[in-house]
């Protein structure tokens, strides 16, 4: 293993160790019950159990009277609004025969929220998105609650909704969890060529229809958006960690081999039930290793920023405490391999052909990069995932990659990558701590200083940009009151194309937030997630217009250049939103997520580090000890 990973990987080990330890009693004590009991629907009465079945058909009423077969939980965020979401229409029925012929009886156990950030860019749903993520996993609890599964397929693909799933599904520990992909649409409009149009349309030179027109060449089908987003990188980071099938991540809807890739999973599911010889609690899967393997997979590629946040979250549910401190340290260890837009011009289908996870897998496994001993749902290894599943004579079969990248503009190996660190940079100073994607920002834009202009909404700043306000003038744009305790941490990414624009003029800026950028974060350098948060009391509540600010993302410094007495002195500037002014849009119904949410650097979520209560009651873990939600 290279040092730094191992180094790592063995804080992550000590320092989660109560919690963890605690997380895997319980797991382990579900799960010798459910050896010992059978199918888990052998534990209710008969009353409950005929509730459970009275819908099915007999076949599978018959089985699920007789507490033999293993029960299998389908959820799902099918929505037909939505590209990503709508191939989950056609899962269910595919899934319950694949089950079924393995043994098994699937039922549809209940459906997560699925929204979509592309839609509510700039809308005050965008204030509802991050919190969704609670919601979906509270939702996956609620599916699981009901003790008649003994396994479950997880169907999900965006940007909050995998994360929910996981976390959902981590408090069923004991419980097998296969993931289970929709694909990405076939590439349309190029990302080059739809960035231009967007800068364009900002710059008043192109109509909205001009832009309409642009924006649905490009998103114009069934499957993810095919830029390397938060939706992609949750693909990737799930594939890293043993949750899909070898190679399912990016095979195309409405394909034979995702329809064959559906059906193995199905299939799969049954085969890791506490039933069968291959029992695989997704509990033990996601264990310290495969946290890591996740946040190396995510730095490899240059993904989404929202997975600082996610993946916290996610290791949090499995009683693993991760911290940014371990993701700058695996960022100054992992090369970038990949060019993706926004970080180069190729999508995720360019990606694939290239060789996509077997190859960025197997490269990284060979360099040291990746835990090769883990658990994962094709068996014990991570070198299960350097095969490739192809279709020969109709059937399904995986075949190891042995040949590199076809395409090194996309994807290239260790010894060929495209920066010596990851994509993502760790920032801290005294404004506090943030996070920068600078995959896609040029080297001589990594460093800038220069004067404040502050807001405390993005709208501010879209109207100063359409007034000529910011022209000709080096600034580093403040936008606070944008975090979690705030506002839900919107995405801010209908600010990239306007200071594009500017950029592109020659002028120097950037932006500091306490907000969001996404995954779809561009090439004008950028400080988001800031904590502390201004409605948190952080300093980029004390930021007045003028103040000079250095954000230095190869040195991974962010400074606001004012005297400690001063700022000292200031009193806090702005305030968010009072929960009277929060409201439309079903925003009222989120105040307590609001008043509960934690600082992004520990997930921005509201659920306590799992195990931690029990190693607090055993005298293992200082009950004050952060645990990741407001104290």
């Known amino acids: 293993m290279h040092p730094v990973i191992q180094e790592v990987t063995d804080r992550l080990v000590e320092r989660s160790r109560p919690s963890r330890t605690a997380y895997l009693n319980r797991l382990h004590a579900e799960a010798e019950a459910a050896r010992l009991r059978g199918p888990a629907r052998a534990s209710l009465g008969c009353a409950n159990l005929a509730h459970g079945f009275a819908a099915v058909g007999e076949s599978d009423k018959r089985d699920l009277r007789a507490n033999v077969k293993p029960g299998v939980a389908i959820v799902s965020s099918y929505n037909d609004m939505l590209s990503a979401h709508q191939p989950y229409e056609t899962y269910p029925a595919i899934l319950k025969a694949a089950v079924r012929k393995a043994g098994g009886v699937a039922q549809f156990a209940g459906g997560v929220p699925a929204m979509c950030d592309g839609v509510t860019q700039g809308r005050a749903g965008m204030e509802l998105s991050l919190y969704s993520r609670e919601v979906i996993a509270m939702a996956t609890a609620i599916a699981l609650s009901h003790d008649m599964f003994d396994a479950s397929l997880m169907l999900g693909v965006c940007d909050k909704i995998v994360p929910g799933l996981l ?11 296969v993931f289970v992909p929709a694909g990405p649409m076939t590439s349309g409009l190029p990302n080059k060529v739809k960035a231009r149009t967007r800068q364009l349309f900002a710059e008043g030179k192109v109509g909205k229809g001009e832009l309409l027109d642009a924006e649905a060449k490009s998103y114009h089908s069934p499957g993810t958006c095919t830029f390397y987003g938060t939706a992609n990188s949750n693909q990737v980071m799930i594939e890293v960690m043993g949750l899909h099938l070898p190679g399912s991540t990016f095979v195309n809807p409405r394909t034979e081999l995702r329809e064959a890739l559906t059906k193995a999973a199905g299939r799969r599911a049954v085969e890791l039930t506490a039933h069968g010889s291959e029992y695989t ?16 997979a995510l730095l490899a590629t240059g993904g989404s920023t929202n997975h600082t946040m996610h993946i916290v979250a996610i290791a949090a549910a499995a009683g693993i405490e991760l911290l940014w401190d371990d993701l700058a340290a695996l960022s100054k260890a992992v090369p970038l391999l990949t060019r993706m837009y926004p970080n180069g011009h190729a999508d995720v289908n360019h990606f694939q052909a290239a060789g996509g996870m077997q190859v960025l897998i197997g490269d990284l496994l060979d360099a040291g990069l990746l835990h090769r001993d883990v658990l994962t749902i094709a068996g014990r290894g991570l070198d299960h995932y350097r095969s490739a599943a192809e279709l020969k004579e109709g059937e399904l079969v995986w075949q190891e990659r042995t040949e590199g990248s076809t395409d090194l503009d996309v994807l290239r190996p260790v010894s060929e990558a495209f920066s010596a660190d990851g994509g993502i940079h760790m920032l801290d100073g005294n404004l506090g701590r943030a996070v920068s994607k600078v995959s896609a920002v040029k080297d001589e834009h990594l460093v800038i200083e220069a004067p404040a202009k502050v807001f405390d909404d993005q709208l501010q700043l879209l ?34 194309p306007p200071m594009a624009v500017l950029l592109d003029r020659g002028q120097r800026v950037a932006i500091v937030t306490d907000g969001r950028m996404s995954g779809a974060s561009g090439k004008v350098p950028a400080a988001i997630h800031l904590s502390p948060e201004a409605a948190d009391g952080g300093p980029i509540a004390l930021v007045r217009d003028g103040d000079p600010i250095r954000l230095d993302a190869a040195a991974g410094t962010l400074e606001l250049l004012v005297g400690a007495e001063e700022l000292a002195a200031r009193p806090l500037q702005g305030a ?13 119904l989120f105040g307590a997520f609001r008043r509960a949410a934690g600082p992004a650097e520990r997930g921005a979520g509201v659920f306590a580090l799992n195990g931690h209560a029990e190693a607090v009651a055993n005298g293992t873990r200082p009950a004050t000890a952060q645990s990741g939600i407001r104290a």
């Open 167 to 177: 976390i959902g599904a981590l408090h069923f520990g004991h419980l097998p969890a």
């Open 463 to 496: 109207r100063a940009f359409d007034a000529g306000e910011l022209d000709g003038q080096d600034f580093v744009a403040v936008i606070r009151y944008q975090g979690p305790s705030a506002n839900g941490m919107p995405e801010l990414h209908k600010l990239t």
């Open 576 to 588: 968010p939103l009072t929960d009277a002014q929060w409201v439309g849009t079903g925003r009222e």
């Open 281 to 296: 609690p997704v509990g033990e899967v996601v264990d310290e290793k495969a946290i890591v393997n996740a946040c190396v």
